[in-house]
């Protein structure tokens, strides 16, 4: 019988921690399946942020280091910049990337590093528990935001595709989600399209992925993946904001 | 230039760093300006692109601590530089070093504080540099230069223990020492046998293990024996790398003893006191940490008086303390830091004179 479908090289065989429902899985399969389309897993240099993503030195089988809380794409700099031969790549959520990491992400977008930024938006930091996130809904409550956020004392969702996309430094910012079939497909196009701007030296790249925290958001699988669509997407829409080497 | 030891260079204190980070093999500074030590990065900026090497200029003091953790991580050589505000910034990224057993080399020219302070020397940061400064409890090599020739050979030799080691190696000089011209023999990078980087990432290879360079320890005991392990090293650190001056230290009965740009002021008033045929001698720690414990420890057997003299109200005294015999008398002067602090030499002659004839 002819095998359709298996598990990417660049996944090792294992559990992962994640919760059910949680779609960092399905983000982690989408960054292995491009690093196994380029082939490059052998080339290829992960960095871990502090999140629910810390452990991806355990699922993704490449050389992995592990960055403090945010500080991943100055971390992910001085790799690509001693070897700029590698593929580097960060992960992170929206706590780290978009609160605590928001000078490292900026600059280095920028400066137009040579690296891959994988950015999970769950609307809560998931490790800690769920607290209000930078990403939070106006209106979501949270451990910490009890009453729902409050945009007049709290701010609003932070758009991080959208602001990168203004910075000459960026090849390449795009917003995706893993919520239906017919948005994986898509998500899977423009993951490959996130590096390869760095397999072919085109410049920076950030890929936003809208995901389900269904345990911090008290729902249950179905119904958080159902929130992707129905609350996050018209708030954060899906599409590409910047591609100036049209990949 | 005509290369050999008879070339002698008229430069900066600063300068000299930097152009012993390049003598060391080091390609990739990260950076951000600060006073009194942006000769070190305008200096790099220049030379590191023509070598072939990388210069940035981070975002923050944050982001260049980052970025030398993710080259460091890597396996090459490295460094950055800052004063005392941008120090504490770095703490954060020096921890995650430290725990992740990565070497890399930190030039911290102290100026005084706390807070904003200003510009002027200080020796305020002993405490923050020899205690680690960041959370967890690790230590890192602390080196404490005294001439600008110091500044060139120590600068080098902190690369090679951060290496042999694997601990994050600082260079603590201060304004007076980083600002001051000085001549200079830039010698060759000494020989040295270094371990192979077998931990670095570098992109797995095929058939090759994962490496993962990290300090998250979750396993059962792991974190309690990555502290045990790092305390045996700190302790052969200890054995076979403390360094320290001594100067008519074998008749003495008051020893002095200072580090860095202090050293050199006090050198001048023991001078002054065997002029006056006092039996005074001076002890200069060259490594901070590991401490020169023994030192003391064998010149107290014999001298029972000792003074202290530091740019603060007292902080290395405490180690001095814990270092010479239980019956040995350690006096202190101290000048804090801040604008007109730094003692003259009759100053010191004044307190030498002071506590030898007590």
Avoid at chain 1, 148 to 171: C, F, N, T
Avoid at chain 1, 181 to 203: D, H, I, S
Avoid at chain 2, 102 to 117: E, K, N
Avoid at chain 2, 139 to 155: F, G, H, K, N, W
Wanted: aromatic share 8%; proline share 5%.
């Amino acid at each position: 019988m002819k095998q359709v479908f298996s598990r990417p090289e660049s996944l090792k065989d294992i559990q992962t921690h994640f919760c059910p429902g949680c779609h960092h899985g399905s983000v982690h399969r989408l960054a292995a399946e491009a690093m196994d389309e380029f082939g490059v897993r052998g080339e290829t240099i992960g960095v871990a942020s502090v999140g629910c993503s810390v452990f991806l030195y355990g699922y993704f089988d490449v050389d992995v280091i592990e960055a403090p809380h945010g500080r991943a794409p100055a971390v992910a700099t001085g790799a690509k910049r001693a070897r700029p031969d590698r593929i580097v790549f960060s992960y992170q959520g929206d706590g780290d990337l978009a609160a605590i990491g928001t000078a490292e992400i900026i600059h280095a977008a920028n400066r137009g590093e040579d690296i891959t930024v994988i950015f999970v938006n769950n609307t809560t930091y998931g490790m800690t528990g769920g607290q209000m996130a930078p990403t939070t809904m106006v209106g979501q409550k949270t451990s910490t935001s009890p009453y729902g956020r409050d945009h007049s004392k709290d701010g609003y969702p932070i758009r991080m595709a959208e602001l990168l996309a203004q910075l000459e430094g960026v090849g390449f910012s795009a917003r995706v989600a893993v919520n239906s079939p017919k948005n994986v497909m898509q998500a899977k196009k423009l993951m490959k399209t996130a590096f390869r701007y760095q397999v072919e030296k085109k410049g920076f790249a950030f890929i936003e992925v809208l995901a389900a925290c269904p345990t911090n958001w008290g729902m249950n699988p179905l119904a958080a993946n159902q929130r992707v669509g129905d609350e996050m997407v018209p708030y954060f829409p899906l599409g590409v904001y910047r591609n100036t080497a049209n990949l | 230039m005509e290369a050999g030891l008879s070339t002698k260079l008229f430069v900066k204190g600063n300068e000299a760093v930097a152009m012993a980070s390049v003598e060391a093999g080091c390609r990739y500074y990260f950076g951000y300006p600060i006073t009194p030590q942006s000769d070190i990065p305008e200096y790099l900026s220049r030379e590191l692109p023509r070598l072939g090497g990388e210069f940035i200029q981070a975002e923050s003091e944050i982001g260049a601590i980052n970025m030398l953790l993710g080259a460091s991580a890597t396996g090459v050589r490295c460094m950055t530089s800052s004063s005392g505000p941008g120090i504490s910034l770095k703490q954060e990224g020096i921890s995650y070093m430290a725990g992740s057993e990565l070497p890399g080399v930190i030039v911290d020219i102290m100026r005084q504080g706390p807070g904003l302070g200003g510009i002027d020397a200080s020796q305020a940061d002993y405490w923050q540099a020899t205690r680690g400064g960041g959370h967890g409890g690790y230590r890192i090599i602390v080196l404490a230069p005294a001439s600008v020739q110091e500044m060139y050979d120590l600068t080098m030799l902190a690369f090679d223990l951060s290496d042999i080691y694997r601990i994050p190696a600082m260079v603590l000089a201060d304004s007076v020492i980083g600002q001051m011209k000085e001549s200079l023999v830039a010698n060759p990078r000494p020989v040295a046998t270094l371990p192979a980087k077998d931990w670095a990432v570098r992109g797995r290879g095929e058939g090759q293990l994962q490496q993962v360079v990290k300090s998250l320890k979750l396993g059962d005991g792991e974190m309690e024996a990555h502290h045990w392990k790092m305390h045996a090293r700190y302790q052969e650190l200890a054995d076979a790398e403390c360094r320290w001056e001594e100067l008519q230290t074998d008749d003495a009965t008051l020893i002095v003893t200072a580090f860095g740009s202090v050293a050199r002021i006090a050198r001048t008033a023991v001078a002054m006191a065997r002029a006056e045929g006092m039996q005074v001698g001076l002890l200069r720690p060259i490594t901070l940490f590991p401490f020169p414990s023994k030192a003391y420890a064998d010149l107290s057997t014999r001298c029972k008086r000792f003074l202290d003299i530091e740019l603060s109200t007292g902080q290395m005294v405490d180690d001095v303390r814990l270092s010479v015999a239980r019956d040995t008398e350690v006096d202190f002067y101290g000048r804090p830091p801040g604008a007109g602090s730094l003692p003259t030499p009759e100053e010191l002659f004044e307190q030498i004179a002071k506590n030898y004839r007590r």
